[in-house]
């Protein structure tokens, strides 16, 4: 398992980090019938939720989950911790969020 680059990494402070996970994203796994499809978006769920734990033990906020075409969770934590969490089982690699996503509000109505 390869722990990628967090290039730039902050000494100090919090950081915004995506920790990919070593399964697939579902969209990169053919599944031949729905009760499949199924059976791995739970176990992605149950893998994602040991990690999270293991983050929030290392003073990591969960932030959000994706799982359809990339197997990831967002976390804020310490950026002392990122080494931490490269060597946590079940890490590919984390890299630092470089284009977080925002939501803009709706255009005034008139």
Same mark, same amino acid.
């Given at each position: 398992m390869e722990a990628g680059?967090?290039? %730039?990494t902050p000494a100090t402070g919090r *950081?915004? *980090?995506?920790?990919?996970l070593a399964m697939?994203?579902?969209a990169a796994v053919p599944m031949p019938?729905?009760?499949?499809r199924s059976d791995y978006y739970? %176990?992605?769920? %149950?893998?994602?939720?040991?990690?999270?734990a293991r983050l929030h033990a290392l003073g990591a906020t969960e932030l959000a989950r994706v799982y359809l075409v990339r197997n %990831?969770?967002?976390v804020e934590l310490p950026a002392s911790a990122i080494e931490a969490v490269r060597r946590l089982p079940?890490? /590919?690699r984390v890299s630092l969020v470089t284009h977080?996503? /925002?939501i803009d509000p709706p255009p005034p109505t008139q």
């Open positions: 680059p967090c290039s %730039a *950081v915004k *980090v995506w920790v990919d697939p994203a579902m019938s729905p009760s499949s739970q %176990a992605l769920q %149950a893998q994602q939720s040991g990690l999270s %990831a969770i967002v079940g890490v /590919r977080p996503y /925002r």
